[in-house]
Every structure is written in C-alpha cells, then in structure tokens.
C-alpha cells in the first residue's frame, strides 16, 4: 500500500484501514497457531498513531505502548517486516528477537514498543535529553494506555521532562479500560489530564476516534516542544475493539460497552460523514486485502530465527583501547577524589557526556564524589534530577539510543530497586533486541555496604543481583586505582555498565597514576602470588584479604589474592590461573550474604571447570565472619 503525503479523508481512511486489516489478520494468524505468545491489537484506536504521525516530522523518535503495532505502520517501518516480526520470523524487524509486544524499527524512527507498563515515559524523557543536548528541536511522543497512569514511572518521566522542559509529547491512549478492569473502578475523575496539569504540564484532552483532532492536537504540542516550552500531555479518548490480548473472550465487558465501540469507531465514522463514496471504500479495502494477502504468504515462507543466534548481540566488540591524550602524573588520592577525577577526565575529552542524579549537581553528592564537576562543566552537563530513579536511569537509556553517554548516580544501592525494571527489562535488552542497529551506552554509579550507623535499607550488597542480568557489566572497585581505571573504562563501553563503590572505601588513600591507556570494562588483577591457596574475592573484601595473606605468609602459608574487579564479563581465566597455581585449594570472600551471594557462582565455576586441580573443596567466607586471617589458619594450616 502506497501512501500519499497529503493528508486527506481518503488517506487517512487508507491509513486506518490498512492498520485495521493488518491487526484482524494478526488475530487469525495467531488463533491458527502462526504466533507464540500473547498479541495486543490496536484495532479501534488507529486514528491516534495515523493522525499523530500526520504531525510530525521524519526525524522525530516514538515510543509506543505494547499495543503499538498501528504506530510502527504509521511510522513508515515495512508491514513484511512488523508481521515477520509478530510471528517470528528471521525476516522481522528486529529478526525474530522481540515478536509482538516488543518490536521496534529505529531506522524509521520508532524505537519501539515496550512490554512493560508505563516503562516508556521514563525512556522518552531520555530520547528528548539528547534532542536538547544535541541542539537538536526534534520531539519525542510516547505512548501509553489509561492503565498505565497509575504506574510510577509514568509519572517520574512526566515530572522528569517537566523539571528539564524536554521536547517529549505524552500521549495517553484513554480506551476506557486497564487490560480487564474499567478506568473507573481504579481512577477518580472523569479525565486523567488532571494528572499532567498537577505536574504543571500543559495537558489536553482530545479526540481519539478522530485522526484529524489528533493530528491538529499533536501538531500544536510539537511546536510548544520545538519552542522549548514541553512537555505536553495529551489525553486521546479512544475505544477498543477487540479483547486485552489475542485470547482474551472479554467475559468481563459489558455488552452496551462492547457495542458502543462498534459505533463510534473511527473508520464507523468516517464511513457515516459521506465524505467518501462506496465504491472508494470497497476499492480500497479491495486493494488492502490484496496486499495483506501477498504480505502473509511471503511472511509465512520465511525461515524461523537460527537458534545458534540465539546469544549473539548480547555485547558489544571489545572497545579499542587507547591512550588518554593528556599529561600522564601520579597523584596521592583517596578514592572518591579517584572516581571525581575520573568523572572530569571523561567530560574533558566526551563533550556529549552527561552526569547526573540525586544532589549530584550542586551539591556534589551526599559523599561529595561529584564535587566541583557542576562549577566546572555547567549546570547541563552536570545537574540534579527530582527524587525519581525510574526516571533517572530510564532516561539514561533514552539518552544512550540516542548517542549521548551518560552517568548516573543512584545515591544507595539499595534504592536500586525501585526502578530495577529500568536495568533488566531496559537498558539489558536494547542491543539485543535490535540486533546492534542501537545500543545504550550508559555508566549507573552506586554505593553499598555496611558501615556503622546504616539502617537496613542502606547496607545491603546487591551484586549478585546486578550480575546475573545478561546485557550489562557489573564492576566493583577496590582500590583508588581501580576506582579512577574503572569509571574511565565504563564510561568508554558501548554497553550498560554498572559500578558498585563501596563507601567504606572513600578516604581510603594512594597513589593513583592517570593517563596511559584507558582499560575495558573487563579482567581480574591478581594482587599476590600463594602456591598454597587462592583467596578470590571483590569489592570491600580485598583489604582484609591482602592482610589475611600478609599474616598467612608469617605462619608458613604462601595465600594469593585474585581481585574478580568484574564479576560481568567474569574473567574465567584468571580464576582458572588462580586456582591451578595454589595447589588446588580455594576460598572465596564477600561481604554479601552467603545464600544465593556471588560467591556461589565462582565456587561453582571451579568446581564444574576444574574438578581435577582442586585438592580440597572450593570454601566461602561470608560477611559476618570478618576474621578472615584466622578463618584462613582453621581452614588451611
């Protein structure tokens, strides 16, 4: 189907029409057992994605809900491709990596739907970040459904790009119902824009049945975003034909409800004005079926994805490595002014980069790690953010889509987790999903451990969890060196890349050399050499595991200490050394909890991989059993 770039009735008919018969073949198809999975049709609300893309330019981005394969087609992305994808098929837009909930097709702008509920705002607020930091004045529209107004990220990447004025169109697909349960059993009010306009954002409520309302009302928010004055919100009231998901048989829906969405839909409407004739409809839906019919049959002919692909695209090359162009010195540094000056470093030579969170600007961070970085750099490189971490790191994804490097501060560890979706479900799949197209080059900085004086929610170790994620690096700095050497290397990696800092660690004071070669976000460093035992560990753990071999080595015993440094990528063949050259005998030492902690996971590895060098069990020393010197002894004399 050929569109004109004239947007008359008869195009926007032909737009509507294409996507509707589009989605209802994607229904047969999966009745009849062509699609794996669960499928969110847009059918009833094609007005919204044809109209909105009426508004706006080639170079503008869209992020869409789950049920966006109507804006993928309006956007211009292939219908072979979006339907290969749906089933599939190696031929899809993202071949075969993503199927319905997750496609994407960034080629043509659409950085795609997401599967999780209200996650896009966040992300969008993050594509409109780089448009003003790139100078640029494209916009950003998001889509979402009523459903997902009560989620939390929807609402911090609203507060987000209002705190910023960022050029992004919030547009809230009001269909009436959130998956299986009616707006007004959950929501008060009769229209959700009172959300946007307690958030000091212009908001309106439009349209959605009508393509032209939405077109004139998205064209109006994206010149109040070029002017630099967004966000916007848009409430586009819609209905929905067809049940939540392919399978749903909407026992729940009333029948009155079911039929007025019969007829006041928007191509029921558009056939009601008389505005085109009968046979110009019958001409095109001819024409329509006609081409959808060709679509499947070459869709369905395609292989399925070769599952010895399934891993690829997980990572990115290994970064080429060079040499800092500045003056190589060795200064005296506690570790905090290490990470500060590494910060620096990479904002002189990255002018793209970004560093931000919580206090991180003005303040310096509650431990001063960002100090002086603001009143350096200015206040748009180096700024602080409302008190939001969905909206902190999802934005850090946006960004990354879009070329531009970020750091961000999530000030405890432990608050990681109220937006943890941001890093496994996010940023974890963006190369993956789009096969290399995009990626999401970010750098998430955080501190954890126990000290004295910290509460329950401030003393947790949480590497574990971070490390077991595929599509992200997890470091662990243990000394002012590798503090400095390893926010320089995670900062220049193509991929997400998390530092956890232990705040134990901050004063701790050495020479650290700046300069020479900028290293990958990968490898252990062995720091001794013991022909009796391996002590293998990270983090806070290395000190007194360095002191432990010191007092080992007066009793006659020869310990080494490999620090892991990365516990994502794992550096297997250091351990591999480790073990093989201390007779066989290893122990392994973290600060986490001993259940389900990292030190599991390497203990496993040397006994599955090198069973026949170990001489004696593979042992653990957990956080609470500090006394890692006499531990030590008991185990090993």
């Given at each position: 189907?050929?569109?004109s ?11 509507m ?18 699609v ?49 994808e749906?089933?599939q ?23 795609g ?6 996650a ?83 908001s309106?409520v ?26 916007v ?30 007829d006041t839909e ?21 024409e ?10 070459s ?7 070769d599952?010895?692909t ?19 010195e060795?200064?005296?540094?506690t ?53 939001s971490?969905s ?17 961000t ?6 608050f ?11 940023a ?15 750098t ?25 994620i ?10 002012p ?25 901050y ?8 300069g ?56 297997v ?7 093989t ?10 600060e ?46």
């Amino acid at each position: 189907m050929t569109f004109s770039s004239e947007f008359t009735a008869l195009e926007a008919y032909r737009r509507m029409a294409f996507i509707r018969a589009f989605e209802e073949r994607v229904q047969a198809l999966s009745l009849d057992g062509h699609v794996a999975g669960s499928v969110h049709l847009c059918v009833g609300q094609e007005a919204i994605p044809v109209g909105a893309l009426a508004a706006l330019r080639p170079d503008d981005r869209i992020l869409a809900t789950y049920r966006g394969h109507g804006w993928a087609l309006a956007r211009g992305s292939n219908p072979t491709g979006v339907l290969a994808e749906i089933v599939q098929r190696e031929g899809g837009v993202n071949g075969g990596r993503a199927g319905s909930p997750l496609l994407s097709d960034p080629k043509v702008g659409f950085l795609g739907e997401n599967s999780i509920v209200g996650a896009g705002s966040p992300i969008a607020s993050g594509v409109g970040l780089a448009a003003k930091a790139q100078g640029s004045d494209r916009v950003v529209v998001t889509t979402f459904g009523d459903g997902a107004m009560n989620q939390g990220a929807t609402t911090e990447g609203m507060i987000f790009a209002a705190a910023k004025n960022l050029p992004v169109i919030f547009i809230c697909e009001n269909n009436g119902w959130a998956e299986m349960t009616p707006r007004n059993r959950t929501t008060r009010g009769s229209d959700l824009i009172m959300r946007g306009e307690g958030l000091g954002i212009e908001s309106h409520v439009v349209d959605g049945g009508d393509p032209f309302a939405v077109r004139d009302a998205v064209a109006a928010a994206a010149e109040t975003c070029r002017r630099g004055e967004g966000p916007v919100f848009l409430e586009c009231k819609t209905v929905r034909l067809s049940g939540h998901y392919n399978r749903d048989i909407e026992h729940y829906r009333p029948k009155a409800d079911k039929q007025n969405a019969i007829d006041t839909e928007p191509l029921t409407r558009m056939r009601s004005t008389g505005v085109l004739n009968e046979d110009t409809i019958a001409e095109i839906e001819a024409e329509i079926e006609a081409e959808i019919e060709e679509i499947v049959k070459s869709v369905l002919a395609m292989p399925t994805p070769d599952p010895e692909t399934a891993l690829d695209h997980l990572y990115g090359p290994p970064v080429e490595l060079k040499a800092d162009a500045g003056h190589t010195e060795t200064k005296e540094l506690t570790y905090q002014r290490a990470v500060n000056r590494a910060l620096a470093d990479e904002l002189d030579t990255r002018p793209e980069l970004l560093v931000y969170g919580e206090d991180v600007g003005f303040a310096g961070g509650i431990f001063g790690v960002s100090r002086g970085l603001q009143k350096k750099y200015g206040e748009e490189r180096v700024f602080d953010t409302p008190i939001s971490e969905s909206a902190i790191l999802g934005s850090s994804v946006g960004a990354g889509l879009e070329g531009v490097r970020t750091v961000t501060e999530i000030m405890w560890a432990d608050f990681v987790f109220v937006a943890l979706d941001q890093i496994i479900n996010q940023a974890s799949n963006i190369r993956y999903v789009n096969r290399s197209a995009v990626h999401a080059p970010l750098t998430i900085r955080m501190q954890q451990g126990v000290t004295p004086g910290s509460c329950a929610q401030h003393s947790q170790s949480i590497e574990a969890i971070l490390a077991h994620i595929p599509g992200i690096k997890v470091g662990l700095p243990a000394t002012p060196q590798d503090a400095y050497n390893m926010t320089r290397a995670a900062i220049a990696d193509p991929d997400p890349t998390i530092l956890v800092e232990h705040r134990s660690l901050y004063q701790v004071t050495a020479p650290v050399d700046f300069g020479g070669v900028v290293e990958r976000a990968e490898g252990a460093r062995q720091h001794r050499d013991g022909k009796d035992l391996t002590i293998i560990t990270w983090g806070s753990t290395l000190a007194p595991s360095l002191e432990a071999a010191e007092e080992l080595e007066r009793d006659g015993i020869s310990a080494g200490v490999l620090d892991l440094r990365w516990l994502r990528p794992l550096d297997v063949e250091a351990i591999a050394r480790a073990v093989t050259s201390a007779a066989g005998r290893v122990l392994v030492v973290h600060e986490a909890h001993t259940s389900g902690g990292f030190g599991a996971e390497v203990a496993a590895r040397i006994t599955e991989l090198h069973f026949e060098t170990l001489t004696a069990p593979v042992q653990r020393l957990r956080s609470e059993e500090r006394r890692v010197g006499k531990e030590c002894r008991s185990r090993w004399s």
